[in-house]
């Protein structure tokens, strides 16, 4: 099973502020793909196959990496991105989930 | 407008069985593969099984093996999950999710709002 770590598991960032939230994957994987959960709502596709961006989503949001090591970064945080961002694995069975990062607005 | 709503969720006792549902509309259902995937409270995203389109192919996570059985009926349009021998640990959110094949992987693109399992005597 490819084990997927996150980090950092939670951050507070300030409205116009750059993040970049990492994803590191225990053996090489070919993409990643990045969920957004808001507070008592289901996920949400956010980012597919690393870099494309899922219907509606913002273009101020951006994934990249490859192998072992992925990121999703907001070039200027705005209120609505406070949520937390899981990502996915479906590079071999059994899809795996990171933990999670809990992005919140300072 | 894709949509998958879950239903059969509710409160269970340990050992015992539940059957959860999942209709969805808005698109070819019987084209996709579907999964299971669930949510412990104030915890993160586990998969629990998957079911390709026409049912070929069947995987289960390890937690789940042997006592799940995912199944869908596609004159329904629903996706099912039978679950037995409950465990407390089987208390989750449990989400349908459908099944995005990549050039070389998978991942899930539209997810139901969830159904509540709690097993506790």
């Known amino acids: 099973e490819i084990v997927l770590t996150q980090s950092p598991t939670t951050m507070a960032a300030s409205p116009g502020e750059k993040v970049t939230l990492t994803c590191r994957a225990s053996?090489?994987?070919?993409?990643m793909h990045w969920y957004q959960q808001r507070s008592g709502t289901s996920p949400k596709l956010w980012i597919y196959?690393?870099?494309k961006l899922a219907s509606g989503v913002p273009n101020r949001f951006s994934g990249s990496g490859s192998g072992t090591s992925y990121s999703l970064t907001i070039n200027s945080m705005e209120t609505e991105d406070a949520a937390t961002y899981y990502c996915q694995q479906g590079s071999s069975y059994p899809p795996t989930f990171g933990a999670g990062t809990k992005l919140e607005l300072k | 407008e894709v949509q998958l709503v879950e239903s059969g969720g509710g409160l269970v006792q340990p050992g015992r069985s539940l059957k959860l549902s999942c209709l969805a509309s808005g698109f070819t259902f019987s084209n996709y593969g579907m999964n299971w995937i669930r949510q412990a409270p104030g915890k993160g995203l586990e998969w629990v099984a998957s079911i390709s389109s026409s049912s070929s192919y069947i995987y289960y996570a390890d937690t789940v093996k042997g006592r799940f059985t995912i199944s869908r009926d596609n004159a329904k349009n629903t996706l099912y999950l039978q679950m037995t021998s409950l465990r407390s640990e089987d208390t989750a959110l449990y989400y349908c999710a459908r099944h995005r094949p990549t050039g070389s992987g998978w991942y899930f693109d539209f997810w139901g709002p969830g159904t509540m399992v709690t097993v506790s005597s």
């Open positions: 053996s090489s994987v070919s993409y």
């Open positions: 196959e690393t870099s």
